[in-house]
């Protein structure tokens, strides 16, 4: 007789490969429908970090620079080569060294200089500067500039005389230019200084420009005995020719002051 038990020890092991195979099935099948999911993009590199710049006060103890020359850190230039150029060059005006200054001005300007030297002009003007108080910029066209309002005397005798300079830092050879000085600028300066100064002289030279304007006097004969005749009529009475001619353009006088040229520095106490 056939015992139904015997065969159970196989069908046990066969349902148990069974259900393996069918776990390694679908195992597999989830493996490649499971979404991949990309690792984030690294982080971006830090900007690069700005110059670093030497402060002013610094600045001014290496340098040795005169106490009364006044450079605020906001108003001071990006770099240290600009603001070594910038400190240096006023220091002179506050010692007075007119040599120091003479090798950092145009060959054009020294002569100026030195007339100015020459009539005692300069070591009375530079002896009574009590402050330089300097800001600093760029033109629109991106040459780089410091405005200096130097301050004379004391008390109610103080005068404050504005003055506008483009340079350049190249270490020994810096070099400082003096820019037009429009009549009365002092009075006339507000917000920005550097860009206001430019754009009035941008106003005096336009206005310099403009040709004067042409006035046509209208003719009248007085000469009754001769209104007859038509060519001394239309003459205008016999004589000369016809209307006055126009007036030609007038000199660079812009708002009846002084020309407004790029000649040298003007004087640190001229107003």
Wanted: net charge negative.
């Amino acid at each position: 007789m056939n015992n139904p038990n015997r065969h159970w020890p196989s069908l046990a092991i066969a349902a148990a490969l069974c259900a393996g195979a069918a776990m390694f099935v679908c195992g597999c099948d989830n493996s490649s429908n499971a979404p991949v999911v990309a690792a984030p993009p690294p982080p971006p590199p830090p900007p690069p970090a700005a110059p670093k710049v030497t402060p002013i006060a610094d600045l001014m103890a290496q340098l040795n620079i005169d106490p009364r020359v006044s450079l605020p850190e906001d108003k001071a230039p990006e770099t240290d080569a600009d603001r070594k150029a910038v400190l240096v060059f006023f220091d002179t005006f506050a010692r007075g060294n007119s040599q120091a200054l003479k090798s950092m001005l145009p060959l054009a300007d020294q002569p100026q200089l030195t007339a100015l030297v020459n009539s005692g002009a300069w070591k009375t003007t530079t002896s009574g500067i009590t402050k330089i108080a300097i800001q600093t910029g760029l033109t629109t066209g991106d040459l780089k500039c410091a405005l200096a309002v130097i301050e004379v005397g004391k008390g109610a005798e103080t005068s404050y005389q504005p003055q506008l300079w483009y340079y350049t830092s190249e270490g020994e050879n810096d070099t400082i230019e003096a820019a037009p000085t429009p009549p009365g600028i002092m009075d006339r300066l507000t917000g920005d200084w550097i860009v206001t100064w430019h754009k009035i002289l941008d106003e005096e030279k336009a206005l310099a420009l403009k040709p004067d304007e042409s006035v046509q006097i209208e003719q009248k004969n007085l000469d009754n005995s001769n209104a007859s005749d038509p060519q001394t009529a239309s003459t205008g009475g016999g004589g000369g020719g016809g209307g006055g001619a126009p007036s030609t353009p007038g000199g660079l006088r812009p708002g009846g002051g002084s020309p407004v040229s790029p000649g040298g520095p003007p004087p640190p106490g001229n107003k």
